[in-house]
Nanobody, 117 residues
Framework: QVQLVESGGGLVQAGESLRLSCVVSRSIFSFNLMGWYRQAPGKQRELVASITSGGSTNYADSVKGRFTISRDNVKNMVYLQMDSLKPDDTAVYYC???????????WGQGTQVTVSS
């Protein structure tokens, strides 16, 4: 069983930054696609950012230029640096580990990010 644990969420004001971390219980070399998703109240879960084992990244249009995803294959960690946060970024953020894009993958329990105006 693979476990993912997110941390780093919290309450910040608009314009501030947060860095989310996700630790995976086994080597992430086997997961080609690591990602961060978020779900706001009353909304569907959406992809925020993803990164392949080769380092290629993909971002939702709403976070391009503000968020940066990275992975450390040695420490089995994935990070999401979030700058210039907006109230619309308020959501529970989830880390995911997938072997391919259609894989159901493994998910963490989520970490709450709240941005006040």
């Amino acid at each position: 069983q693979v476990q993912l644990v997110e941390s780093g969420g919290g309450l910040v004001q608009a314009g501030e930054s947060l860095r989310l971390s996700c630790v995976v219980s086994r080597s992430i070399f086997s997961f080609n696609l690591m990602g961060w998703y978020r779900q706001a109240p009353g909304k569907q879960r959406e992809l925020v950012a993803s990164i392949t084992s080769g380092g290629s990244t993909n971002y939702a249009d709403s976070v391009k230029g503000r968020f940066t995803i990275s992975r450390d294959n040695v420490k089995n960690m994935v990070y999401l640096q979030m700058d210039s946060l907006k109230p619309d970024d308020t959501a529970v953020y989830y880390c995911s580990a997938k072997r391919w894009p259609g894989d159901l993958g493994y998910w963490g329990q989520g970490t709450q990010v709240t941005v006040s105006s």
